[in-house]
């Protein structure tokens, strides 16, 4: 083989790697379902790497991430989570960066006749549904509010536990509970459900969304993490409801 075809054999070889498609596993919070999936579209048409989703709760992505799961970016729906990961190795510090905020509301079936004015107007209510309070962000962030509230020991009794905010979401969707603390963003998806109250963003726990990649993670994947952070990307974010804190 001549000189000039080696060099046309290696430029092609190369060409085909730029062009390998890379499938980018994203583990996210289930809040970020509908958000993500529009922004993976979008990364999708202009790419040729395919992004695969799991979503659940932040705790149980974690878990999973420290147990060795193949992902290639984490986006949980708050720091406790970020830092058991960073904490197990498989996140650089400087590769975090707090991307977004959410608002706690508290939801009700749309159909029903409850009034909530007043997080007091829990106790007089059946089942609340939450997700897990001991270990799921937006639970724990519920049962921080709660008890600055000073209601959380006569609501406690009540809470019906949830594997993650969808989850609770859905319990209220299907009347299977009275009511539930959930997203802002949750809410808005919903057409079976109605926001009864919506917790002041100034007395309400600070929800913040870090976004990381974690080590190992294909080439690819940088590629997702920045299109997660473009102008682009804000303005979804901002349709579907979150607050960007990106230049905080």
Do not use: C
Not at 68 to 91: L, N, Y
């Amino acid at each position: 083989m001549g000189r000039s075809s080696r060099l046309w054999a290696a430029l092609a070889v190369f060409t085909a790697s730029l062009a390998r498609a890379d499938d980018v596993t994203v583990f996210a919070a289930a809040s970020l379902t509908d958000v993500l999936q529009e922004a993976a579209k979008a990364f999708e048409a202009g790419s040729t790497h395919r992004v695969v989703f799991n979503f659940g709760g932040s705790n149980d992505l974690a878990r999973q991430i420290k147990a060795g799961a193949p992902a290639d970016i984490f986006f949980p729906a708050d720091k406790t989570q970020m830092d058991e990961v960073t904490r197990a190795g498989r996140v650089a510090p400087a590769d975090r960066i707090d991307v977004l905020s959410n608002t706690l509301v508290i939801v009700v079936p749309a159909a029903g006749a409850a009034k909530v004015a007043a997080p007091a107007d829990l106790t007089s209510l059946g089942r609340i549904a939450l997700a897990e309070p001991e270990a799921v962000p937006a639970g724990v962030y519920a049962r921080q509010y709660l008890t600055s509230e000073g209601v959380w020991g006569a609501v406690e009794g009540k809470v019906v536990p949830t594997l993650d905010v969808r989850a609770a979401l859905a319990a209220v969707e299907g009347e299977h509970a009275d009511a539930a603390i959930v997203y802002r963003t949750d809410a808005a998806r919903s057409k079976r459900v109605r926001v009864a109250y919506e917790v002041p963003r100034e007395k309400g726990p600070r929800i913040v969304y870090p976004l990381a990649l974690l080590t190992g993670a294909k080439p690819a994947a940088a590629l997702f993490r920045d299109h997660l952070v473009s102008r682009a990307a804000r303005a979804l974010y901002e349709k579907h409801g979150f607050a960007v804190i990106l230049d905080e």
